[in-house]
């Protein structure tokens, strides 16, 4: 089937009154657990899992598409308005999005955000419906070697989150490249300073430390230097985008969405390495004026960008799992395992065998993007109206939120533990002007590369020229190369011009 | 939330079982049954299995269910043991993945702190090469183990899983050192999916139900699978091709540390009468899971026998 008869036949499917009711359905818990942290849409669909007993599946599927796209969605809510990301991929959205919402502009953050989502899943959509098989062909080609170079370019973007003290900065991003090595080591699976804590085997989470450091941290830090201080209310500020805003947001949103996507569809690629590399481009391609706000009042680059990136990564996930039943997320795990108590194999041959099926369910994705951005735009207003909460109130909330969140993880008192001593580290870190972003980078960042790196050097029986003699691995390392040192080279060349 | 977790379960079951009376004299008002990974795995996929036959034949009324996953199961282990000491109403799902974990972890509690119930399924693993791969049987892949295992780098789930002993079991039968092999391992059956499919590696070891889409697609070649028997008549066993190896990735149940010998002889009666019923047997032709049922002092023996193994190999790589 090609893909525009594919489409139109599940055009056809999805827009039957009972599907859409699925999709309406699924977006509308997606959201709902997006905006909690902790609960993901990998945990949601689980619990999901006992209704394939009892309805069809497509209605199944495009009930957990929604759920999927869904928490896309509502992930920057939160991350936005309480600097509490929901889940990792909406981490790098707090660091823009957060200082917007401080300084009277929520409303804007959130619209960009929740119409750079639209746009993106809409390019991640016709990706899927388009390229898939094409893209995932080339992302088979990429081994451990050119997945560790992807992260050294990815190290390179800590510079733009470093704040004025590169020690300071530094210095929290070995912090972060500590706690991702907390846990059992993949290669090996010998325990690493896990401290004989069995809760510890598996790693720190790094949405409890995101959300440790950037919400209790914070909100420790507030409790400590107000004391007593009259409790201020911030300004909501206008809720839609100018036009201005809009100006500055389709580049970055279109930017986004386009280095996503291919991420996504890498099978060891994720929604984290894409929204960093988004945020890094975007501060550097932002005029003069809008580089002043980045890290100081919030840029909107920095929030249409990076969210972009994440709904488009999120909708390429979907390509392995279609094409080649390659699960490469826990989402797609399940849904993976969805398929298969309806007695629906997913492989290569998922698209001949289940045709309809399969066309439906992407229909459905566009549906849901549409629904999406629908039931969301008009809630913009009604989110941002959160801030006029006065803030011992508004902060005591974002404290039972985070802790109701974190407890959701894996219902462990351990993490509880560790938010808080962690968040109590985000508390001095604020206090002594230690930026606390190259700490999460650091913490994504370490482990994966790591691995990548042990993996490649197995391959290769400890040859460490594995990483030049690939030439894609030898080209995002000259990438990496020129984006640490063009910017100075640049600088100095135009100095000694003038 | 487990409480909440388990009630929508429940009550979606409850919807599937649509209050059908009880057949059969109940064994259980209530069961509790730990899972000691995530939702959605094949641990989780036991447990909820035997929810459904049990309550459908209304063996149990009511089940109570717990997921805490991580790290082959030993995250969930010692608070399995810790909190239901003596319980006898408490079953515990864990596999061969966990007797691995427990040496590669040196975690204090292990498999011996559990009372052990029944065994009930297993899978065979399967070594394959990426369809392009010169390697055309398995003859050629041992002979390039044999010259050079270093050489031949192979992808497979987390190390110290059953994959990677199934590895250190082949070298071992061909004379070489579990130590020399170039094991690659993998978080979870995707990325080693797409490190087999693209290449980058030689071969891959894992769960035939993992890489059975991708062989009849024709994009690996299997080679043999690692089970006593043909899972599938295709394919020749590794004892067929003269290597004294079976390794196979087996699921069955446990009790809690402390209970009384009649209480785990009721925990044993239930499994063999939800073993026999014909609801049972439907279910592991859906699953595509392996009946191995095995249980008694049978199940004891087979479990000493599988640690020594996993332990022999584990100290020869230098894990445990």
């Known amino acids: 089937m090609d893909p525009i008869a594919g489409l139109s036949l599940g055009f056809a499917n999805a827009l039957s009154l009972g599907n859409l009711g699925w999709a309406l359905l699924g977006c509308f818990l997606g959201t709902a657990v997006g905006v909690l942290p902790g609960i993901g849409p990998a945990l949601t669909i689980a619990l999901l899992l006992p209704i394939t007993f009892q309805v069809e599946a497509t209605g199944a599927f495009i009930l957990f598409c929604g759920v999927f796209y869904g928490a896309m969605y509502g992930g920057s809510t939160t991350s936005i308005l309480l600097n509490t990301p929901g889940e990792s991929g909406s981490i790098i959205t707090a660091l823009e999005g957060a200082k917007m919402a401080r300084n009277g502009r929520a409303g804007p953050a959130l619209a960009t955000a929740a119409i750079g989502s639209f746009v993106a899943g809409t390019i991640g959509t016709l990706g899927i419906s388009f390229l898939g098989p094409i893209v995932v062909e080339l992302a088979l080609k990429l081994g451990p070697a050119e997945y560790f170079s992807l992260m050294v370019l990815c190290f390179v973007t800590v510079s733009a989150v470093l704040g004025g003290s590169p020690l300071r900065g530094l210095t929290s991003l070995f912090f972060g490249l500590l706690l991702g090595l907390v846990g059992i080591d993949l290669q090996t699976g010998q325990p690493r300073m896990t401290l004989g804590v069995p809760e510890l085997l598996d790693g720190v989470n790094v949405v409890l430390v995101a959300v440790a450091l950037f919400a209790v941290g914070e909100t420790l830090h507030l409790a400590w230097r107000h004391v007593g201080g009259a409790s201020e209310v911030r300004p909501v500020g206008r809720i839609m985008m100018s036009g201005r805003d809009w100006k500055r947001s389709i580049g970055p949103w279109i930017r986004g969405s386009l280095l996503g996507f291919p991420f996504g569809v890498m099978p060891a690629g994720g929604t984290e390495m894409p929204t960093m590399l988004s945020y890094y481009a975007e501060k550097k391609l932002a005029p003069p004026e809008a580089q002043q706000e980045f890290g100081t009042t919030g840029a909107i680059e920095g929030v249409a960008g990076p969210e972009a990136a994440n709904n488009a990564a999120a909708a390429g996930v979907l390509v392995p799992m279609l094409t080649l039943g390659l699960p490469t997320s826990a989402t797609a795990a399940i849904m993976l395992s969805a398929f298969q108590s309806y007695g629906i194999n997913p492989g290569p041959m998922l698209f001949e065998q289940q045709g309809a099926l399969v066309w439906t369910l992407i229909a459905s994705l566009y549906v849901a993007n549409v629904m999406l951005v629908v039931l969301n735009l008009p809630l913009v207003g009604l989110w941002a109206r959160i801030l006029k909460i006065p803030q011992p109130q508004l902060y005591a909330g974002i404290l039972v939120f985070a802790t109701i969140g974190t407890y959701g993880i894996s219902n462990s008192v351990t993490d509880l533990v560790l938010l808080y001593a962690i968040g109590l580290i985000g508390m001095f870190m604020r206090r002594f002007d230690f930026p606390t972003a190259p700490v999460v980078i650091g913490m994504i960042l370490g482990p994966m590369a790591e691995q990548a790196m042990r993996q490649a050097l197995t391959i290769s029986q400890g040859d460490w020229t594995t990483f030049v003699t690939r030439p894609v691995s030898l080209a995002i390392l000259l990438l990496a190369l020129a984006a640490l040192l063009g910017p100075r080279l640049y600088g100095t060349v135009r100095r000694v011009r003038d | ?320």
């Open chain 2, 1 to 320: 939330m487990p409480d909440r977790r388990s009630l929508l379960a429940a009550a979606s079951l409850l919807l599937a079982a649509g209050g059908r009376p009880a057949a059969a004299q109940a064994r259980f008002n209530s069961l509790y049954m730990f899972i000691p990974a995530g939702p959605g795995g094949g641990w989780d996929g036991l447990g909820r299995a035997i929810e459904q036959v049990a309550r459908q034949a209304g063996l149990v009324s009511t089940f109570q269910f717990e997921n805490v996953g991580g790290a082959g199961g030993t995250v969930g282990l010692p608070r399995f043991v810790g909190q239901r000491r003596g319980r006898p109403d408490s079953l515990m799902v864990a596999g061969s993945i966990m007797v691995g974990a427990t040496f590669t972890n040196r975690t204090p509690v292990g498999i011996k702190d559990l009372v052990p119930v029944a065994r009930l399924t297993e899978e065979a693993g399967v070594v394959v090469v990426p369809a392009q791969s010169e390697i055309q049987d398995l003859k050629g892949l041992l002979e390039a183990l044999k010259a050079n295992p270093g050489g031949v780098a192979i992808a497979g789930g987390s190390a110290g899983g059953t994959d990677h002993i199934t590895l250190g079991l082949i070298l071992k039968a061909l004379g070489r050192s579990a130590k020399e092999g170039s094991y690659v391992a993998f978080a979870g059956g995707g990325p080693a999916q797409a490190a087999i499919l693209g290449a980058q590696v030689k071969a891959g070891i894992s769960g035939l139900s993992e890489f059975a889409e991708q062989i009849k697609a024709g994009r690996m070649r299997a080679l043999a699978t690692t089970g006593a028997e043909r899972t599938d008549p295709a394919i020749p066993t590794l004892k067929e091709n003269g290597l004294d190896v079976v390794m196979t990735n087996w699921r069955g149940v446990f009790a809690a540390p402390g209970i009384r010998p009649d209480a785990r002889q009721k925990l044993v009666d239930f499994i063999t009468e939800l073993h026999a019923l014909p609801a049972w047997q439907e279910m592991l032709k859906t699953r595509d899971w392996a009946d191995a049922f095995l249980t008694g002092d049978a199940f004891t023996a087979f479990l000493a026998e599988d640690q020594a193994k996993t332990e022999a190999v584990l100290k020869e790589v230098g894990l445990a």
